[in-house]
């Protein structure tokens, strides 16, 4: 694990980003996929800003239960859209939303839940939104995302090139789907906090894939002029390099954020906290891997298009062939040197043994001629 963690830190690791980008292709579109289904078939949950309507809000009363609160709306002529409890212990609230009303509607029902309740007048919020509000805010947020869109294309387009601008923008927008379509799966309110917490999470994303195309953007330079790696390898390695730092940015960046959902949903309840939290939350998470998974591959797949990359491609390859069957060739010789080596050996341990056999079989002649001989002299003297 400590090996594990001083590679990332130093950027060593060898992932295949790159290698294995059609699995994550396939992931993100089944993704994809279900937040599209339920965007178009379950939608989403309008809040007031956008829908319309009016909304009482007022400090829960020991008197009545929220279902009696409801009825009591419902009774004053009022079509009522949702009817909740917010925060914890003894700051509970009772939220009810309703359709628009006519003139008077709104007071008139102010009065009834006051007497009920045993609360004063002025301690019952009333707030009536026209819908023509939520579609002015929803046509300048969307103004704004193109402009925002436009600019950043622009932007990476001068900065970089045109093809990691496509690649950033296309990140961009997996990252708005997805956290658009978490809010139709969940059923939160759509809320101009969540507008705002959509533009900020598309700051993040564009950061985290910046800095990997910066990385990218270093390690192929003059690659053209070689023939050591491929694009892809290359752009491979600026992901590995850049790792740790958007594992850094992402965990230091989830986490605050991440209290604050749980922290808002668990125990402030349905509030502006809350539609925040989960956009910057979601968003946080899918930039993070966008940057990482999508975006780079995403960049990989257009230049590796271009000819001048493809034929770099054929280079790279063409030179390694050349150096395994140089290496296999190499090692065919070696072989037959150490067998040749190994053959030369053996005769000559074959000479030094018969040699040693005709000195032995020589100094043993010799042992018994002499002691012929002795025997010989010892007859004569007699």
Same mark, same amino acid.
């Given at each position: 694990m400590m090996g594990l963690m001083r590679r990332l830190y130093r950027g060593e690791t060898n992932i295949d980003f790159i290698g294995t980008r059609k699995r994550w292709y396939i992931a993100s579109v089944i993704i994809a996929l279900v937040c599209i289904g339920s965007m178009a078939f379950r939608g989403f949950e309008w809040g007031i800003e956008f829908a319309g309507g009016t909304q009482f809000v007022f400090d829960k009363p020991s008197s009545i239960s929220l279902d009696e609160?409801? #009825?009591? =709306?419902?009774?004053g002529g009022a079509e009522v859209q949702s009817a909740q409890v917010a925060g914890q212990g003894g700051d509970q609230r009772f939220i009810i939303k309703t359709a628009d009303l006519a003139d008077g509607t709104a007071d008139s029902i102010k009065n009834?839940?006051?007497d009920e309740t045993g609360l004063k007048a *002025?301690? !019952?919020? =009333? *707030?009536?939104v026209s819908s023509s509000w939520g579609e002015q805010v929803t046509k300048q947020g969307l103004i704004a995302l193109a402009a925002f869109l436009v600019l950043v294309s622009i932007y990476i387009a001068i900065r970089f090139e045109q093809k990691m601008a496509i690649a950033a !923008? @296309?990140?961009l927008l997996h990252d708005l789907l997805l956290t658009a379509g978490a809010y139709s799966l969940i059923g939160f309110e759509v809320t101009p906090s969540t507008v705002i917490g959509l533009l900020t999470i598309l700051g993040f994303s564009l950061y985290d894939t910046v800095v990997v195309f910066d990385k990218v953007d270093e390690n192929t330079k003059g690659l053209l002029n070689s023939s050591k790696s491929t694009y892809a390898e290359a752009a491979n390695l600026a992901v590995n390099q850049s790792l740790m730092r958007a594992i850094n940015t992402s965990l230091i960046s989830l986490l605050p954020v991440g209290a604050l959902l749980f922290v808002g949903? @668990?125990?402030l309840g349905v509030g502006t906290l809350k539609d925040l939290a989960l956009v910057l939350f979601v968003g946080l998470a899918a930039g993070a891997y966008s940057s990482l998974f999508l975006a780079t591959p995403w960049l =990989?797949?257009? #230049?590796?298009?271009e000819p001048r990359y493809k034929a770099l491609r054929k280079r790279v390859l063409a030179r390694r062939a050349q150096r395994a069957e140089d290496a296999e060739v190499s090692e065919a010789d070696e072989d037959a040197e150490e067998g040749e080596f190994a053959g030369v050996g053996g005769r000559s341990r074959d000479a030094e043994k018969a040699a040693r056999d005709r000195a032995s079989e020589t100094s043993d002649g010799g042992a018994r001629r002499g002691k012929h001989g002795r025997t010989g002299s010892r #007859?004569? @003297?007699r």
């Open positions: 609160a409801e #009825k009591l =709306v419902e009774d009834s839940l006051a *002025n301690e !019952i919020t =009333v *707030n009536s !923008i @296309g990140a949903a @668990g125990l =990989v797949d257009l #230049k590796e298009r #007859k004569r @003297g």
